[in-house]
């Protein structure tokens, strides 16, 4: 187990509560700043704000919230209305509806310095008649 303090993995999962309720569910792209290390925050934005930008009622909700040492492994439900062109595809005007994504997060001084995550790409894709 890595050397982080009950009160910094505390610290860790508060800060992807306020990814989900700054960034993904307020659309807060400035909080990537205070969140993301340096390095990493570019990147973070490069997906996020194409991704709210194509589903702009974006929802997202914390299903499970584990922090072990400097990690946090996160499950949610993400739902959304395609309004903007998303991987090439013209907005359909369909919702998706609670699609199952998992995040793993590694922190360093209290900021995300490494992000990987997985979603349920194909029934987003189903459920919004592209596939």
Same mark, same amino acid.
């Given at each position: ?18 990814? +989900?309720?700054? +960034?993904?569910?307020? @659309? ?19 997906? /996020? ?5 194509? #589903?702009?009622? &974006? ?6 919230? /584990? ?13 959304? &209305? @395609? &309004?903007?062109?998303?991987?090439? @595809?013209?907005? &359909? ?5 609670? /699609? ?6 590694? #922190?360093?001084?209290?900021? /995300? ?19």
């Amino acid at each position: 187990m890595g050397g982080a303090s009950v009160s910094e993995q505390e610290r860790n999962k508060q800060a992807v509560r306020r990814l +989900v309720d700054e +960034v993904f569910n307020g @659309h807060r792209l400035d909080a990537i700043d205070e969140l993301f290390a340096p390095e990493l925050a570019a990147e973070a934005r490069a997906w /996020i704000a194409p991704f709210l930008a194509s #589903f702009p009622d &974006t929802r997202m909700e914390i299903l499970d919230l /584990i922090a072990e040492g400097d990690k946090v492994a996160a499950r949610f439900a993400c739902s959304g &209305t @395609h &309004t903007g062109e998303w991987r090439g @595809h013209a907005p &359909t005007g369909r919702r998706f509806e609670r /699609i199952d994504e998992a995040g793993f997060y590694r #922190f360093r001084d209290g900021r /995300i310095v490494e992000s990987w995550g997985v979603e349920d790409t194909l029934t987003r894709l189903e459920q919004l008649g592209l596939s």
